[in-house]
């Protein structure tokens, strides 16, 4: 059964590791991807003409220029901090699966589903617990643009 997908961000009620149970599915954002941001970003990481030109993307056969992958990325980063605040991370032991499934142009607007895919304490840090995230961002038309999961490990409540 899938759970009813919670798009009441920023959600502040979500603070530690058990208030992340399997299969919880939350949605957010609205991330504009700009061109000033996207040709900066790929001017300094990603400098691949499609990135950078617009005649450039055109001539390869897109509408306009592309974001780069990792700019994607980073943009899920950010719509991620700010629907999770407060949170209680301790840190991420990074990100898995990235898959760009079709290009993000300029004027694209992102939004994100995350679902908890793995939710567990963690017997080596018995004050942390570990959790995944499955994301796909979506543009304004609800296709699915790229799709990653991320991880947590996350402050447990205290028992005292």
């Known amino acids: 059964m899938t759970k009813e997908v919670n798009d009441r961000a920023p959600f502040m009620e979500l603070v530690h590791f058990e ?16 061109r000033h941001e996207m040709v900066a970003f790929a001017e300094q990481f990603d400098p691949e003409p499609f990135h950078l030109d617009a005649d450039a993307a055109k001539a390869m056969g897109w509408d306009d220029l592309i974001a780069s992958g990792p700019h994607v ?13 407060a949170a209680d991370a301790f840190v991420s032991p990074g990100w898995d699966a990235i898959r760009w499934l079709m290009p993000v142009p300029v004027g694209y607007i992102l939004t994100v589903t995350s679902e908890v895919i793995v939710a567990r304490p963690l017997k080596s840090r018995p004050n942390l617990g570990y959790v ?3 994301n796909e961002i979506r543009n304004q038309h609800g296709d699915i643009t790229t ?13 005292g």
Request: hydrophobic share 40%; aromatic share 20%.
């Open 19 to 34: 208030d992340f149970a399997l299969g919880d599915r939350y949605r957010y954002g609205a991330y504009e991807m700009k």
């Open 73 to 85: 990325c980073a943009a899920w980063r950010r719509m991620s901090k700010d629907a999770f605040p």
């Open 132 to 134: 995944e995230f499955n």
């Open 147 to 159: 799709t990653i999961i991320t991880k947590w490990m996350i402050y447990r409540k205290s028992s």
